[in-house]
């Protein structure tokens, strides 16, 4: 009965509880000699396992569309912007001001629609924030875990039905013009949000309470995991891969492609949407900005790097790109001490002399953001297929 | 007999050009049918028409009695004609075994719920799928093959992986475009004792568009002629063979050349 994806799943969630409990419950001393929790003794450490969760999430999710179904999509974070709005909506309980939409007389018939429409998705809109909001209770306090997962899934939920808007008018494009549809419908989601001035416009939306943790970043990543590759390995979904290898063929074989191609858009929005609420109530404060291109081109530079279609290379690399920014950040004082260590262990060094960098040199070192470029240059000429193209890509069997 | 497929006129246009116009034919069952012309005839196009990768301007494709005119091929697939592809579209990042599993998409009972929970059903479903790609690929000599990458297949096992998929949708119509294309003699000898034996094992009729004379006098029973768009024939071998428009058609035109 219980199958094998399945008992892991259950085991990572499990393992991702009591990790999480233990971080926050077992009491280490800090710099100053003070017992506090793991936490906060490790706070940025503990900032960038948050970071690499989060990456996971997105990365993991966009690989279904651009990976397995091999759709360009170049948006990814928008969705995790409308994700992040809507949940903090649902824990801060902003709501939509309901403007009224009047209908002109001697307006043509298609935009009095078209206004009755938007102002009953409003009203929509605006009695689910306020149902949901009476049963949250106040804001600005710690959710219960249901109300924390309520407004996951309303981000998860918001960005799933955008991913089903952009996904229906777009499949009859293919590759960079597919690319250019997503990247404007990012646009149009950031400068929505920009203008929305419920929602803080340019300042960003802040004081969402501080609800993620270890437990729920990683056991999302690892539900994303799981959707994604039992989706992909199953007969059902191996129509993903068969719309990417080669279209005309798929649905010659009886595989309803833009079925295909909307279900990959929308799943993969919806986890995308879980990661926003996850970023908004771990920062939080969340600005339109950390949802533009640029952004959408982080994930899409994992799933690359980690070779597309790819699960586990594709969680590796988010992990790495995660960390590796951090980690340069890091780079002179690692060749100080590093060096100081190593000649004196040779025996070069002698007695209490340390090596230190010329301070042209830690100048030139501390433009991390250039490493980290022609590292990802120096990756993508070594590996242009993937960093483990070829794991986690076996046929599962049973 | 009773027809299976039915062509009503079928006229398919490109812009102003009219790659086929106004072409009459109609298949049986368990019939090996021929469409034969020179290049640019339009036997690829109406290959086309009739799975629904192209809309026919005109006229009217009917199967095993409903209409399938200006259908997803998808959804043509799924009522009963399969086809494989004149140049080969296998899903080339695929193994053998996963090629034909795709093809056993649409006979899912199970649908995204089902694949995600893998509940026992599906685990039982995913079973029975193996078994029925496993034994069509014995078939077909290539169940040793089952774990490699299709593209390491060599050309003629590659055509034969083709119809392998094709079969898997469990199709009444198999559509064959050019199965005999860049294969030897001896394999071709090869391709029509499988096409015979694929016909009479599954009990299916197949349509078969091919360049190559000896393959399709040797194996179809009737045979339509193509060119220029138009029909100009239709009959059994012989009867095409003496027919003066398709020598025309044919002999004529390379003795302008030679």
Known sequence: ?398 | MKPLLLLDNVTVQFGGLKAVSDVTFHLCERELFGLIGPNGAGKTTIFNAITGVYQPAEGRITFDGQSVTGRRPYAITARGIARTFQNIRLFGSMSVFDNVRCACNMHLSHGISHALWRGKGVVTEEREIEGQVMELLGIFGLAAERDWPCRNLPYGDQRRLEIVRALATRPKLLLLDEPAAGMNPTEKVELMKLIRFVQEKFGLAVLLVEHDMKVVMGICERIAVLDYGQKIGEGTPMEIQRNPKVIAAYLGQEAEHA
């Open chain 1, 1 to 398: 009965m219980f199958e094998r994806t399945k008992i892991s799943l259950v085991i990572s969630v499990i393992l991702f509880a009591v990790a999480s409990w233990a971080l926050g419950h077992f009491h280490v001393p800090d710099s100053a000699g003070k017992m506090v929790t793991i936490i906060e003794a490790y706070a940025y450490y503990y900032d960038i396992l948050i970071g690499i969760g989060i990456a996971i999430i997105l990365a993991s999710s966009l690989n279904l569309v651009n990976g397995h179904t091999g759709q360009f999509s170049l948006g990814h974070a928008g969705f995790m912007g409308l994700g992040a709005y809507f949940a903090s909506m649902v824990t801060l309980g902003v709501q939509l001001p309901l403007v009224p939409y009047p209908v002109f007389a001697g307006a043509p018939v298609w935009l009095a629609a078209l206004k009755g429409i938007g102002w009953a998705l409003a009203l929509a809109v605006n009695s689910l924030l306020s149902l949901l909001n009476t049963w949250v209770g106040a804001a600005h306090e710690l959710p219960h875990p249901v109300q924390f997962v309520a407004a996951l899934f309303v981000g998860g939920l918001a960005a799933a039905l955008a991913g089903l808007l952009v996904g229906v008018p777009s499949l009859r494009l293919k590759g960079d013009y597919l690319a250019i549809v997503t990247l404007g419908f990012n646009e149009i989601i950031r400068v929505v949000i920009q203008n929305a001035e419920p929602l803080g416009a340019q300042r960003g939306l802040g004081g969402m309470p501080l609800a993620t943790n270890v437990f729920w970043t990683f056991s999302t990543a690892a539900l994303t995991i799981y959707v994604v590759w039992n989706l992909v390995n199953s007969t059902y979904g191996r129509g993903f891969v068969a719309v990417r290898d080669d279209e005309i063929a798929a649905e010659a074989m009886g595989i309803n492609t833009t079925k295909y191609k909307v279900l990959a858009f929308a799943t993969a929005a919806f986890f995308a949407g879980l990661a926003g609420g996850l970023y908004a109530h771990f920062k939080q404060f969340v600005t339109p900005d950390g949802f533009g291109f640029m952004k959408s081109v982080d994930i899409v530079v994992m799933v690359i790097l980690g070779g597309m279609g790819s699960t586990v290379g594709v969680c590796v690399a988010a992990a790495l790109l995660t960390i590796l920014p951090e980690m340069l950040r890091l780079l002179p004082q690692w060749i100080e001490k590093g060096g100081t260590a190593a000649l004196h262990h040779l025996g070069w060094l002698p007695g209490n002399f340390v090596v230190k960098l010329p301070p042209r040199i830690v100048d030139l070192l501390q433009n991390r953001m250039i490493l980290y470029s022609l590292l990802l240059i120096a990756l993508m000429l070594l590996r242009p297929q993937g960093l483990f193209v070829g794991w986690g890509r076996k046929v599962v069997r049973k």
